[in-house]
């Protein structure tokens, strides 16, 4: 799971590393697609403002989005 913030320029370059495609264009910040996310983090490492934060594992985010929305 990760956190883009308002450090984002927008350039693209997380989307262009991800080898999962989890990171799509959006107007401003990119969006993350935690379905896609396989905890690679060349997103956190390529990212050249450090806008990207690492929060948790995309297993404990699925587990969590699951939990939220009654499925088991
Ligand atoms: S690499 Fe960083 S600055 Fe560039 S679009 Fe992604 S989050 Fe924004």
Known sequence: ????????????ACISTCPTHALRPHVGRPNWL???CND?????EICPAGAIIYLASCDSASSMQ???SGDQ
């Open 1 to 12: 799971m990760i956190s883009i913030n308002t450090r984002c320029t927008g350039c693209g």
């Open 34 to 36: 935690a379905e896609r």
């Open 40 to 44: 690679h983090r060349d997103c956190v």
């Open 66 to 68: 699951r939990t939220k």
